[in-house]
């Protein structure tokens, strides 16, 4: 299933780029709202070759920060105190995914609600239903879907071999009358174990997968957008944004892919196409900043759409496959004074990211 997930990112990266190309420019309005749009959409700081130099920038400091994020807890074997079966590292996971679950809230869905009601659209339909809400549960439960069947999927076909395995051995090694008692109770223990880590294994497998592809849909639109502005005053406080988002949203991504124990070509791709996502999608702009239209209804719906639908995404993984998932497990529950510090680290990296909403 990872080599179809790294697919399907290659080719979401391929349509968008054709998608892009297909844009229309802003001389292209199909509504009576127009004046209202240019007016909306008119900036006071623009400075093209200004502009140029901080995309520039941009283009470096998140490549470096996503690859720093991504990265960290992949090399934390060899620090001891940030293995995933340490609790700085249950900690430095749960801040990470208070910084996704606040992505998706306070980032992605608000620029989904800002596309699909933008004046430059006509006031029906978009004025009249809440697509951006819409599409978000949709998203959230096709997300639910592909963690279900996925999950059904593995255990036929990758736990199927293991499980058969175990019986094998079990009856093979309960063939000694004497010990039969004793043999059928350990390798019957023991079979459950192997059967409940095999279980939890693709389990961490599909969350880093489906939370990849989710990842990888918002960070090409946001590099986009930055890619294709002119305006220096929103890039320069969105640089830092960004920085601060793809670093910490890079090691809740990084510390799934560590749990999954892939090997090292899948981790390589994994980690190529978080960190080199944000950037494609900056060079993506600047080349079509000639010609592409934020405020163009074909790219404001397209955006929109892809927005809510990121939005819907992250924070369902967010909440059920990140946070429910460690808060409720046994290592949690088990530990008071773990899981305080665990909600306390939720709060400030959802706290930390929301802030980021008043400059990006």
């Known amino acids: 299933m990872a080599s179809a997930t790294i697919r399907a990112q290659t080719l979401f990266l391929s349509v ?14 199909e509504n009576g709202n127009l004046s209202e749009c240019k007016v909306a959409t008119a900036g006071s700081c623009y400075n093209k070759s200004k502009a140029l130099k901080l995309k520039i920038i941009a283009f470096i400091a998140i490549l470096f920060a996503s690859m720093v994020g991504v990265c960290l807890p992949l090399f934390s074997r060899a620090v001891p105190f940030l293995q995933p079966d340490r609790d700085l590292f249950i900690i430095v996971k749960a801040f990470a995914s ?40 949709l998203s959230a439960l096709v997300t639910l879907m592909i963690d279900s069947f996925a999950m059904s999927y593995h255990k036929k076909y990758s736990m199927g071999p293991i499980t058969q395995n175990l019986e094998l051995e079990n009856r093979i090694g309960n063939s000694d009358e004497s010990n039969k008692a004793v043999l059928s109770y350990n390798h019957g223990h023991s079979m459950k174990e192997d059967e409940e880590a095999a279980s939890q294994l693709v389990r961490y497998r599909v969350v880093a997968q489906v939370l990849e592809l989710g990842i990888v849909v918002h960070s090409v639109i946001i590099g986009l957008s930055l890619g294709a502005s002119m305006n220096p005053c929103t890039i320069a406080p969105l640089v830092a944004a960004l920085c601060f988002h793809q670093l910490f949203e890079g090691m809740g991504l990084g510390g799934c892919i560590l749990q999954a124990e892939y090997n090292n070509k899948i981790k390589a791709t994994m980690v190529f196409f978080f960190s080199a996502t944000t950037p494609f999608g900056i060079l993506l702009g600047i080349g079509l900043s000639n010609v592409y239209s934020d405020d163009s209804p074909t790219a404001l719906i397209v955006v929109g759409i892809l927005n809510a639908s990121s939005a819907g995404l992250l924070n369902y993984m967010a909440l059920v496959d990140l946070l429910a998932s460690d808060f409720l497990g046994t290592k949690l529950q088990s530990n008071v004074k773990l899981q305080v510090l665990a909600y306390i680290a939720v709060l400030l990296g959802a706290g930390g990211m929301s802030l980021m909403a008043k400059w990006a």
């Open 16 to 29: 968008l780029l054709l998608l892009s190309f297909m844009l229309p420019t802003s001389g292209n309005q």
């Open 98 to 137: 208070g910084v996704i679950l606040a992505t998706g809230y306070m980032h992605v869905m608000p620029d989904s609600f800002d596309c699909l009601r933008s004046p430059c659209l006509p006031e029906n339909p978009w004025k009249k239903f809440p697509f951006t809400t819409f599409v978000a549960m």
